[in-house]
């Protein structure tokens, strides 16, 4: 048995926010680097320096080269993937609602603290639809936020919503820390559950001996 | 849901259908990368001149909003002072315009005076609210009788560098030909006699110790010190 669980547009958006976010992530970091504070510039305190190998771009003109390519994509994908969950119905399957809260916990006593399995009715778990849920938002605050940075003035309405043009760059930054959180636990859950669940986002099948899910 | 048939040859197909990866692996052939950095670029500039609105204004703040004088920084690319004769600078004029010549500070001085608290965004990442004083490049642009319809201006530097805008950031209110920071003629180290004053640009754009202005509708091979070297060239806020 075999069970259908992405459509194409979705495996396609998946994928292009994949490329996107590793290219913006790592130019981000090369252009956080040359000004890494959110305070002051004279006196000016570092708050760390980004390692070389996170770094892509190789100094702040080429990463913001790649930054202000792949935000296209970032962008354009998030919009088409938005567009599609909305009007297909298929949001159903990630959007993390009120009445998955009651499942979060049983789902993380299971994976972390050797808790009995909870039976599962949906394709993804409710644990799996809260991640899911806040990635794509945290992908959404990055985008606005984004836009705020590259355009303060014509979008200085924004930056004002926001407290400023200082905490616009934190909320970017945060953001990105949020992602940075999600990427690691998506890549290990993926690997855990093998290849046929990996395939899946690439073909829309799974195959169903493989009934759990990441 | 309408499922597709059921497929037999899985692996195969899921191999396949993972061909996109050799896209993704043509982004470190050097050819194809520049190719697409080029175009991200480009494509994000002209995003950034259509998105531009020539009358929207830049925030303003109040005075106490504004960073104290010696805490506003200091990037210049060459020297912090290239030794400009300030008593014989004169403001070279040329291109599209009816009375090309030399200018002294005054003809600038006599122009409407404007004087306004604005944010400076450098590319770097940092920014600082500055008190500024000049006057409009539109002002001037008209005293010199440039071409309405001219599309650019280039301009040059004391120390070798060298910028351009399009018509509708340097025709912008707050665009200045600047000659004051806080109420006291411009220093040396931040541009004297002269800079432009962009609350609309970012920090590369606002050139210092200008010398000459050319107003022109084909931009010349060399359009800015940095964007030559690979920022974007629009550099609009």
Known sequence: ??????????????????????????????????????????????????????????????????????????????????????????????????????????????????????????????????????????????????????????????????????????????????????????LVMVALHGWSNFASMWTGWKRAHDESVS | MNLPKLPTKRTRRELLKMTPLLGAAALFLPSSRDWLLEHGVGLSDRASETTFRSMHLAPTFSDRAVTALDQFPLNSYLQDDPDVDLEAWRLTVEGLVQHAGEYAIDTIRQLPKITQNTRHVCVEGWDVIGNFGGARLADFLDRVGADPTARFI?????????????????????????????????????????????????????????????????????????????????GGL
């Open chain 2, 154 to 234: 280039e301009v040059s530097c004391a120390d070798d560098y060298y910028e351009s805008l399009e018509m509708a950031a340097a025709r912008h209110p707050q665009t200045l030909l600047c000659y004051e920071m806080y109420g006291q003629p411009i220093t040396r180290e931040h541009g004297a006699p002269v800079r432009l004053q962009i609350p609309t640009k970012l920090g590369y754009k606002q050139a210092k110790y200008l010398m000459t202005l050319r107003v022109t509708n084909v931009l010349q091979a060399k359009r800015g010190y940095w964007e030559d070297q690979g920022y974007a060239w629009h």
């Open chain 1, 1 to 186: 048995m075999e069970r259908f669980e992405h459509p194409s547009i979705i495996r396609l958006c998946h994928w292009a926010q994949a490329i996107a976010l590793a290219v913006l992530i790592p130019s981000g970091l090369q252009i956080f680097d040359a000004f890494p504070s959110f305070g002051e510039k004279v006196p000016q305190k570092d708050l760390f320096e980004p390692p070389g190998f996170t770094m892509l771009g190789g100094w702040l003109g080429g990463a913001l080269q790649w930054h202000f390519t792949f935000a296209w994509l970032l962008i354009v994908s998030l919009i088409v993937y938005i567009v599609y969950q909305a009007i297909s119905g298929n949001w159903r399957q990630v959007l993390f609602v009120r009445r998955d809260l009651a499942g979060v916990w049983p789902m993380a006593r299971y994976y972390f603290f050797f808790g009995p399995k909870p039976a599962l009715h949906e394709v993804y778990n409710p644990l799996q639809k809260q991640a899911y849920t806040v990635a794509i938002g945290l992908i959404g605050v990055s985008v606005i936020t984004g836009l705020a940075l590259y355009k303060p003035v014509q979008l200085s309405a924004l930056v004002w919503l926001m407290g400023g043009f200082r905490l616009t760059r934190i909320w970017h930054f945060a953001a990105m820390c949020g992602l940075l959180a999600f990427i690691p636990g998506h």
